[in-house]
């Protein structure tokens, strides 16, 4: 059975400050990874995944994540964030037809 | 692509009613599945179907659950004898049939709340 520990519940930052949100799964299998984000009362969308190759893998809005099969890690990062960025951020893996889901981390951007 | 539609948006009810929700997925998508998502925590897988074969269904989906994909097409998820537990976001996603790990697209919820 997988599992997916997201470490921090909520992360506050100021607006273009770097940010890390942590991701660590755990697995007898290799897996896939997913970021899912939640703004308010919208459904998941997806952000980024690592299926295979390249362990870096980046969104169309500046973020990035990092698939580390030794720490079984796959942190997301941005290297500035914005007001909009403010949200709910959500570390999945799967391995077969289910999405297995952290807890989530709260991002808040203040300006 | 319309994206995948949930009806209705929140639904509020005493303990003990019957509920039933629906969800549209995105059109030509043969695979449908549902997940629970209460406060404070990730959503939790429930079901899924592959048209309308419900192919896998979660330890969390008791007796009281039922999921049907009649034609493969919508999907329904009716929770007989509501209890105060089963206040949640009820989440819907789809995705085409093809085989490996395609992301899932969800839609937008499902607020239960059970007084």
């Known amino acids: 059975a997988q599992s997916v520990t997201q470490l921090d519940s909520q992360v506050p930052v100021f607006e273009e400050a770097p940010v890390e949100l942590r991701c660590n799964y755990s697995s007898s299998v290799s897996v896939y990874l997913f970021w899912y984000v939640q703004y308010p009362n919208q459904g998941l969308q997806l952000l980024l995944k690592y299926l295979s190759g390249s362990t870096l893998v980046e969104s169309i809005n500046g973020f990035e994540a990092e698939f580390n099969k030794s720490q079984t890690s796959f942190h997301l990062r941005k290297p500035s964030v914005h007001i909009s960025d403010t949200a709910e951020y959500f570390c999945a893996v799967s391995r077969s037809e289910k999405l297995v889901f952290g807890k989530g981390t709260k991002l808040t951007v203040n300006p | 692509d319309t994206g995948v539609s949930q009806n209705p948006r929140h639904k509020i009810t005493k303990r003990g009613q019957n509920v039933t929700f629906r969800c549209d997925p995105i059109s030509e998508h043969n695979r449908l599945y549902w997940y629970r998502q209460t406060l404070g925590q990730g959503p939790e897988f429930l079901t899924y179907f592959q048209n309308e074969a419900q192919l896998e269904k979660s330890r969390l989906l008791s007796d009281r659950f039922s999921a049907e994909r009649p034609k493969g097409s919508f999907s329904t998820l009716e929770i007989q004898r509501t209890e105060q537990g089963d206040s949640a976001m009820y989440l819907c996603?789809?995705?085409?049939?093809?085989?490996?790990?395609?992301?899932?697209?969800f839609g937008p919820g499902t607020r239960l709340t059970v007084t």
């Open positions: 996603a789809s995705r085409p049939g093809r085989q490996g790990p395609y992301e899932q697209y």
